[in-house]
Structure formats: C-alpha cells, structure tokens
C-alpha cells in the first residue's frame, strides 16, 4: 500500500531550526559517527555553564550514565536568568484562568516570582540541596514558581497529578520522604470551584510522614479549607516580605533535577529520577527542533505539569528556549467546545500541543467548532502520550489545521525526558498516525530482544541503544528495579540496552510507527496505568478473590479498563453494585482516572502453568475476537470457554 506523504512547504520553512532532510541526516550522521562529538557541540552551544564540563559522557557504569561530568550549572539560569539581559520584558508565561482571567508574566517578573518562592523555600521552611518536595497543584503560575525556585535551590521536587488520591499521594511521599508538601486550596473545573487541599490532610492522616514538617498552601479559589496549626501555612502570605534576589545554588550536571512517579507494568508506581543538565540541554534542542520555537512564538502545550509532559514542555523547555508558554487551568470543552478554539485565536498561538484523547473528544462534541475561530496562527500541530488514530490526525490536519500545519506525533516517556521519535516540522514529509524518525541524536531501534532489526512491516521492540542526556538516571531508591525494568530485558551486540516497552513497525522508508505497549501498562486517555495497580486495588474489594485487568478500545479514550473477576463469596450483590463498590476503592486508592468501564465476573482466570494470567487472550475475549492463540500451555484450557460464556451473558 502507498502511503501518503505530506511535505512541507520549502519557503514556509526555510528558516526552521532544520530545514530539509539533507539537514536532518547530516545531524544523524554526526551522531552516528562521532556520538561524543555531537553532544558536546550542542551542550557548549546551549547551555549557560557555570563551569563547563570536562567530559562528555561515561558510560563505564552502564546503566548509570553520567553526561557532561565536572559541569556546573543552575536549571532556573538556565531557564530565567540568562533571558534578563534581551529579554526582560518578554511574556514568560500567559496564564489563563479556567473563568477567563489571565496573567501575562515576564521574564522579569518570573525572575522576582521563583527568586522569592526560592527564599520561601531555603529561608522559611529550611529546605537545602537534595530535599524532595512534593507537589499536588493545579495549573496556576505559581506551580511554575515553585518548580523553578526547587531547581534555584537544588531541591528535587516531586509532583503528583491532581487527579491522584489521598492513597496515592501518601505513597509517593513516603517512597521519596518528602520534607515539605506545596498544594493550593484548589482551583476551579467546569465553572466551579474544586479542592486539593483535603486530599492532602488525608494523605498524611494516614500516618508513618513524620518526616513531612510543613505544608505550603497556595490561594487560587478562596474557598474555606481546613488548616492544621504549626504545620500548615498559606504561600499568598508569606511571600510578599521575600527578597527577590536568591543566590543559585551551585548544581553538578548530574545532580537530581526531579522526580515523577509513573506506572509500570509491576509492582507500585516508580520514581523517574531526572538529572540537570542533560535534561534542559534536551528540553531546550527539542524545543527548537520539534516546535521550530522561535521569539515571536505564541507556544500552548495542554497538558498538565503533573506529567512529564507538563513538566519537559510547559514548564522546562518553553522557558529554557526563551518562549512564550501557555498555562490553561481549566477543561477543552467548559464552556463549550469551542474554548480551546477560542483561545488560540485569542492568544493568537503558534505551536499547539495536546493528545490524541483530547482532539478524539473535540472532534465528537464540536466536529465543525474550529470553523467559527480564526486559527490561521498556527504554524505546528502537536500529538503526544497515545497512538493517534487515522480519524483523529486527519480532523486535527484538516479542520485544526486546515491542511497548512504538520501534525509532530512526537513519541516518548516519562524516562526519555524529552521527544525520541518525531517529524521535524520543515524536514520530514508526515505521514498519517506516524512517528517517523527519531529526533537526530537519538539511537532508536526496532529489535527482537537479541538486537536483531525486525524486519520491515513486522512488529518489534522499541528500544534506545545508546544513552542520551536527558534519560532517566534511577528509580528513587531502588536500583536493581532500574536495572530490571528497563535494561533486563534487551540487548544488542551482548550488552542491554534500554527497551521502552512499546512494541513498534519500521517501513521502507525508515519511519517508525508505534503499536502499543507490550507489558501490562494500558493508555487510559493518555494517563498511564499500571494493571498490576488496580489489581491490587480491585483486590482489596471484600468480595474479590482474583482479577485481571485489561485495556480495551475506547473511541475517545483510546483504552479503558476492562476488569475479569472471580468472586470469593457465593451470597453476594448484583453486578452492577459490586462494580460500583469496585470502582470507589480504585477511586480512593488510585485515582477516578483509573476506574474500570466494564467488569466481567467470572468462575476463573486463564492462567499459564507457572501460574501467569494470560492477558492477551483476555483482551481478545473482552473484545469478542475469535480465540487464535494457542491455549494448551494453559492449566485449565477448560476455563476460556466458561470465559467467554460468561462475557457474553453480561454484555
Ligand atoms: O506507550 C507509549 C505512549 O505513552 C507511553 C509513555 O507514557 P508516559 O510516560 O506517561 O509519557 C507520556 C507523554 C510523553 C509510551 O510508552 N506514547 C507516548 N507518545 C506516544 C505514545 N504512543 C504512541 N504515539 C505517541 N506519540
């Protein structure tokens, strides 16, 4: 089959960072040939050191990477202070309220805003180098302020989606022994005011946090909120008698930036550690590489800075690069779906970056929205988080962009810290639903686990054969599980390399394209969900003896949760009220997010003879796919058929 390419427009793009493919392979062959060589043209190049480096990368410790080994530097001069001298008066970031306020900040004010925030932080509160914050914000600009004042002051911040629960966030400050908790009273959804706050006091009614000395509370809805005398004080109260001169902190490039919590496909949720200067080095060329960022850019990344994409290009890269960033606290479709349309016209924004899940759900509820807004500002259309369906790309190309904007389906992860495989906006021709290439720099690799190419139009593993600066240097505390979970399962030439656990197809041109995960972790609208979570949720359900947790396709989520259980009880509710009572423990242990759509009681599982639930067969059934994998290996081939019976009584 032919597939249609979509090139860029020479003219258009002649002054993008790289502007052909003859560009784009040149910087892939310098990497190629000398790895070192390139790194280290682009770190000098970009970075403000304030003592270079005197190595490149060493790699004699595989896995543990040290890149730009003797470097001195401070991520918030990185991303502030050296923008003060041309570029002070510059929108830093534009805040728009979920009720239409906004907050223009310069680069200035920013400045004057974390240098406070940082002396809240080190004279206040006593925090130095190497403590962990945790962070349970929404999307105001002060959650910008305190990431920048951690990186002004060498502390690792750690940030837990809003959307987590009480459990949730307990878990997380114990795994990392968080010394301060930053929340706000909450912000406003749909119109109406909602809370964090609460959420924090229960996550530490739970006990074992001694460690945790004080909460920090920001102000943004004003509602009443409960605060605990001689721990609890309010930012909004405090700040004001800050000095607005914080002296950095000295940091070593491979000293920790942050830590983000994200699911895999075993055990509870772990720790990315993320170091300093490989990751803004990263942040900052992908910025310029894949959004072609430039200083006239208006830049709005939807995301949430309580995931990785919210931290790499909302927060981190828009202002290492020197940019205009976007912060929008509320939903795509309050009031109406035209918002979002709404505010590009508006803000008259240039480079537009959201998910799949989200351009699926403006797609079904305002097909022709985007007709009624002028949104001839848009030079680059981005996608990240999930595969994007065919229908999807095509709506988001023709009515978003109406046919002048290249879609970037930029591919990455929490542990890559930054895009790997992505078009490049005025190089490479797009094609619909694909990754393409990856960004130049960047080793990937289609392969059987033994590092030998799959073959064109076959699926393989996706996986990274050479370090680069911005990956993940950890799990928090537990190295062997860092070893294990990423570099246990791959190798090439003898040696393990990082396999990203998605499986992808290379074509004949070289493009790649992403088929899904191969481990246990389901895409739930972007978010990403371990089933060994919410089993160990679903498990604490009195009724439960047993589940299984699978994805399923969802037309707006891409995968929901589809959840095989056996009962332990022969007396015991309906259906419907067990499933509910199901989905209030993954609510309050988990999060809404990882609620079940469907639950399908069954009398067993289809579990393999060394006693490992055959998942894949599952999903088939839950999708009512005829059965072809082979089932003999299993302990009782018997149970598929009950299985199966069972699906089809309660669909
Ligand atoms: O399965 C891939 C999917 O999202 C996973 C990473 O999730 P997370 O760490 O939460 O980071 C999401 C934002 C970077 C990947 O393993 N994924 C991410 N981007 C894409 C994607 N799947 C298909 N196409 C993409 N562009």
């Not at 223009?104 to 002396?119: D, G, P, R, W």
């Not at 246990?488 to 493009?511: L, N």
């Amino acid at each position: 089959m032919r597939t249609k390419l979509f090139y860029p427009n020479k003219e258009l793009w002649a002054d993008a960072a790289i502007n052909s493919m003859d560009e784009y392979h040149r910087l892939q062959d310098f990497a190629k040939n000398d790895y070192e060589g390139f790194w280290d043209s682009f770190a000098k190049e970009k970075i403000t050191w304030r003592k270079p480096y005197t190595k490149v990368l060493d790699d004699s410790n595989m896995p543990f990477v040290r890149w730009f080994e003797g470097g001195e530097l401070n991520v918030s001069e990185q991303c502030i202070d050296r923008h003060l001298n041309d570029k002070a008066d510059k929108i830093a970031i534009i805040f728009q309220g979920e009720k239409g306020d906004i907050q223009k900040i310069t680069y200035k004010q920013l400045s004057i805003h974390v240098n406070k925030t940082a002396n809240l932080l080190r004279d206040h509160f006593g925090i130095t180098k190497g403590d962990r914050i945790v962070m349970y914000m929404p999307m105001i600009p002060e959650a910008a302020y305190v990431m920048l004042a951690c990186a002004r002051i060498g502390a690792i911040h750690s940030i837990v989606f809003g959307g987590f629960s009480a459990d949730a966030i307990h878990s997380r400050v114990l795994d990392a022994k968080a010394k301060l908790i930053i929340t706000a009273d909450g912000a406003f959804r749909r119109g109406k005011p909602y809370f964090l706050k609460p959420t924090v006091d229960e996550a530490l009614a739970k006990g074992e946090c001694d460690f945790v000395e004080k909460v920090l509370v920001v102000k943004r809805n004003y509602e009443d909120i409960n605060m605990v005398a001689g721990r609890d004080e309010i930012y909004n109260d405090l700040i004001d008698t800050m000095s607005d001169k914080c002296e950095a902190e000295i940091m070593q490039s491979e000293d920790p930036l942050f830590l983000l919590y994200t699911s895999g496909s075993t055990g509870k949720p772990k720790g990315v550690l993320h170091s300093q200067a490989g990751y803004i080095l990263w942040a900052q060329m992908t910025m310029e590489w894949v959004f072609d960022i430039k200083d006239s850019d208006i830049y709005w990344c939807t995301a949430d800075v309580g995931w990785i994409t919210g931290h790499t290009y909302i927060i981190y890269g828009p202002l290492a690069s020197g940019a205009t960033t976007v912060m929008f606290e509320g939903v795509p479709t309050y009031p109406d779906a035209g918002r979002w349309w709404k505010m590009v016209e508006e803000l008259k924004i240039t480079q537009f970056y959201t998910s799949p899940t989200a351009i699926r759900m403006l797609h079904k509820v305002g097909d022709n929205e985007p007709d009624n807004y002028d949104l001839s500002s848009l030079r680059i259309l981005g996608s990240v988080g999930e595969p994007i369906n065919p229908e999807a790309w095509e709506w988001y190309y023709n009515k978003v962009g109406r046919g002048n904007c290249p879609i970037v389906d930029t591919w990455w992860q929490t542990e890559t810290g930054g895009h790997m495989i992505s078009p490049l906006p005025g190089a490479t021709p797009i094609q619909t639903s694909c990754a393409t290439l990856p960004v130049p720099g960047i080793m990937a690799e289609v392969m059987d686990k033994d590092g030998t190419p799959t073959a064109i139009g076959e699926k393989g593993l996706l996986c990274i054969t050479r370090p680069w600066p911005a990956m993940i240097r950890g799990v928090w505390g537990d190295d062997e599980r860092f070893k294990k979970a990423y570099f246990g399962e791959c190798k090439k030439d003898g040696k393990p390399v990082y396999f990203s656990g998605d499986g992808a197809m290379v074509d004949e041109k070289g493009y790649i394209t992403i088929t899904g995960r191969t481990d246990d972790v389901i895409n739930v609208s972007g978010h990403r969900i371990g089933s060994a979570e919410v089993e160990a949720s679903i498990g604490n359900a009195p009724m439960v003896a047993e589940s299984a947790v699978v994805g399923q396709p969802h037309p707006i989520k891409g995968e929901s949760l589809c959840a095989f259980i056996i009962l332990n009880l022969k007396e015991h509710a309906g259906y419907e009220e067990m499933a509910l009572e199901i989905n209030s423990i993954i609510k309050k242990e988990i999060g809404a997010f990882a609620k079940c759509d469907r639950f399908i009681f069954v009398p067993g599982l289809p579990k393999t003879r060394s006693g490992k639930i055959m998942r894949r067969l599952l999903r088939s059934i839950s999708v009512g796919e005829e059965i072809i994998q082979d089932i003999s290996t299993l302990e009782d081939p018997s149970v598929v058929e009950e299985i199966i019976k069972a699906t089809k009584e309660q669909s």
